[in-house]
């Protein structure tokens, strides 16, 4: 099996082609290698990635661009995991989401119906429930209240994805990823960032005053959970949360950044931030029925192995 992989030099896109190879898989990859956080790691990613591997530098929000670059390359499924992501920066620069997450994502459901895929899995988001005040998240509850521009675009990809999956017969899974952490992570996101700030004794930002809970999925379940899905298409459009099925307390990760690092964290307390929800949590009854995929790492081993990954790479 040949698969393409987009986002290919990205935290999830990385892990999900080096497990891939390492099972003996052909790869072909693309990235845009973007700046929207320093693509010197994406670079890192990229030169671990060793076995049957082909990686295209390419924007696919450039539909023609794309189409020329994939040419003479074979590939019989798509995991499609390259998108603009960040809650945040959508509301600095959304129209690089409207471009990588809505034409890029079509540009992709596309090339899986000229080359008549046999699965096309792709990359949605737990920030799809929005406002939904009732958990766990179910893939069942309501998903139309979006509180951020990059929510409506993933969630925007989730309906895309369902008529094309009905329009063209193309298996089509959609995961819908919970807070995902470990090594070789992403710089904008906070475990990241509380790793980065407590190692230089600097303070970390506590928004909502700390009072926030968050399903940390570590990500080498995430990449169990995407081979998973791979290996089992669906007979239509399937969407399943991926998630630890607990919700954590941030100041419970701090207090283990802490035991981790041996440094104490400066907390600074902030007010929430706009497009932020105050809880994640997945209900992955669902999943676990139809895929048997199931986490097993608590963050309590989850933590000390980023940090430990985390100061081997950054020498702090
Ligand atoms: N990490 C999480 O906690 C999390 C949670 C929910 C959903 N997701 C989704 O999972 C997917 C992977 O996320 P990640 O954490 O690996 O993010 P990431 O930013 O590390 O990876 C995305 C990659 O896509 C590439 N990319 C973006 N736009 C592109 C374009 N137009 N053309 C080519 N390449 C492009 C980027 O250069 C990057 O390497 C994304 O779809 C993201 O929205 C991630």
Redesign the pocket.
């Known amino acids: 099996m040949t698969v393409l992989v987009?986002?290919v030099?990205?935290?999830?896109?990385a892990a999900v082609a080096a497990a891939l190879l390492a099972r003996g898989e052909a790869v072909v990859g693309?990235?845009?290698?973007?700046g929207?956080y320093d693509p010197q790691l994406?670079r890192d990613r990229l030169a671990r990635l060793a076995g049957d591997f082909a990686f295209i530098a390419?924007?696919?929000?450039d539909a023609a661009a794309l189409d020329a670059a994939l040419a003479g390359h074979g590939f019989d499924r798509i995991v499609h995991?390259?998108?603009?992501?960040g809650v945040g920066h959508s509301l600095i620069d959304p129209y690089s989401y409207v471009?990588?997450n809505l034409a890029?994502h079509l540009n992709l459901l596309e090339v899986a119906r000229r080359r008549q895929v046999g699965h096309f899995v792709y990359?949605?988001?737990?920030?799809v429930y929005g406002a939904n005040a009732r958990l766990p998240f179910a893939v069942a509850d309501r998903a139309d209240h979006p509180v951020s521009l990059y929510a409506a675009t993933?969630r925007a990809d989730e309906l895309m994805s369902e008529s094309y999956a009905h329009l063209f017969r193309i298996p089509m899974t959609g995961l819908r990823?919970?807070?995902?952490y470990g090594p070789w992570g992403?710089p904008d996101?906070a475990m990241w960032k509380f790793i980065d700030a407590v190692l230089r004794g600097r303070p970390i930002q506590l928004y909502n005053a700390g009072r926030m809970r968050r399903d940390f999925t570590y990500i080498d379940d995430i990449v169990a959970g995407v081979l998973a899905a791979l290996d089992r298409p669906p007979a239509g459009h399937a969407i399943h949360n991926l998630g630890n099925h607990r919700a954590e307390d941030l100041l419970r990760v701090v207090a283990l950044i802490e035991a981790a690092t041996g440094c104490p964290a400066i907390r600074e307390l902030l007010p929430m931030q706009p497009g932020d929800v105050p809880a994640t949590y997945a209900d992955i009854a669902a999943t676990t029925a139809a895929l048997g995929w199931a986490p097993t790492t608590s963050i309590d081993d989850g933590v000390p192995a980023f940090v430990d990954w985390f100061r081997g790479y950054s020498g702090l």
């Open positions: 987009t986002g030099a990205g935290f999830i896109g693309v990235d845009d290698l973007n929207y994406k390419q924007d696919f929000g995991l390259g998108a603009q992501a471009r990588s890029g990359a949605s988001s737990s920030s993933k990823f919970f807070t995902v992403r996101m």
